[in-house]
């Protein structure tokens, strides 16, 4: 039986959580399933994070052409970064018309719109962005992740892990992941009971200062997009 | 004000979601408060993790030598290569006598363990190791995360998230570890409920082979642990 294998995308300034939990999940099934995980970048050498440490992937984007699916990770200035790269999204746009399904967490999913990936479908992202989608001819959904077809998007940063055993799952059967959410111990305890929304207005002036701040620069040679991220 | 600084150890075979998710949460507290975060590792080169990517880590043990607290991530074969080390359990046994708390997320409390950090504390792990605890003088504890003194340990993988936003909220308020939480998005719903245990003994089974498998080789030069983790 023909291994499936699933390619998580690395690029400069991702928010790790966004790569890592998903791909903790996944990997999980390695023991029990067809499923094998990898992670793709330009090369094979360290790429900054926005925590204190830089991730290897695996493998370079032409060593893997067609994954069976692709997630994408995102971050506060990382997808700009992804969108800036031509080698990345020339990668994504022919592994995403070959792969069974094409994901994404948290604001990776800006990635997908801006590839025109999400044009007619249902998606979500981070809460901070989600107005963006509809940019992109989105129709934005707030939920804790999001299927339209062979698209599969999650909210913010640790959504990737709800989102990857449904995907789990869907790719096996809830048994394996049932395994996977047993191996991560995966049954959380917020201690301060859910999200206080109350707090997103001033967070949301605070990170749009820095994306307003760095995304000129970043996007210097993509003018069409800079103008899709503009205040 | 001078900044508090937690550091976060990286070694062989590290489950990266032990360390991505509480370093995820910190990492968020650096706008609202005096902590910093940093990684810390023998050296500033690609370390193998149990997923498929390297991280390489910020900073040498010698580089931090006097971090405020401290957190050891665990992994299923992880924790043995920490404990092999000399220069990492030399490190950690120094600084740990002058930080102002030591934490683990899943079997990086066996690390703790191995120093004799816990004896006489209440203490957790990942599930399937929990009863090895009290070879080291600790009492096992079943919980989300457990305080006892100037230690805090949390259960497996993704229980690192939880433990971290209750330390965020001691180590600065709650305000600010609810605006991690925004942050992070972190508002769970695990798509199958809570965790099925009664899929714990098999996996119990095949996890226990792993190691045994490993350990003679991973701990060759440190009988008296070996025998600690005998079957």
């Known amino acids: 039986m023909p291994e499936r294998t699933i390619a998580f995308v690395v690029f400069p300034e991702i928010t790790p959580l966004d790569l890592v939990g998903p791909l903790q999940v996944l990997q999980a099934l390695e023991g029990l399933s067809d499923l094998r995980t990898v992670t793709v970048g330009e090369r094979i050498e360290p790429v900054a994070t926005d925590l204190p440490f830089r991730i290897v992937p695996a493998r370079t984007f032409d060593e893997v052409p067609e994954p069976y699916g692709i997630i994408v990770p995102g971050g506060l200035l990382g997808p700009f970064h992804a ?23 948290c604001t990776g999913s800006l990635v997908l719109a801006a590839l025109g990936l999400l044009e007619g479908k249902k998606a979500t992202t981070h809460w901070s962005f989600l107005p963006h989608l509809a940019r992109f001819g989105a129709t934005p959904v707030k939920g804790r992740w999001v299927e339209d077809g062979n698209v599969i998007t999650a909210a913010g940063v640790s959504a990737g892990i709800d989102m990857a055993l449904a995907l789990a799952a869907r790719l096996t ?56 991220f503009a205040p």
Chains 1, 2 share one sequence.
């Open 173 to 228: 059967n809830e048994s394996a992941a049932k395994t996977a959410q047993l191996i991560l111990e995966y049954e959380p305890q917020p201690p301060f009971g859910p999200i206080a929304w109350e707090g997103s207005a001033p967070l949301l002036q605070a990170m749009g200062g820095v994306v307003a701040q760095q995304l000129p620069t970043i996007l210097r040679e993509k003018p069409e997009l800079l103008a899709k």
């Open 83 to 105: 969108m800036a790269s031509d080698r990345l999204m020339g990668w994504l746009k022919r592994a995403a018309s070959t792969a069974s399904f094409v994901g994404s967490v």
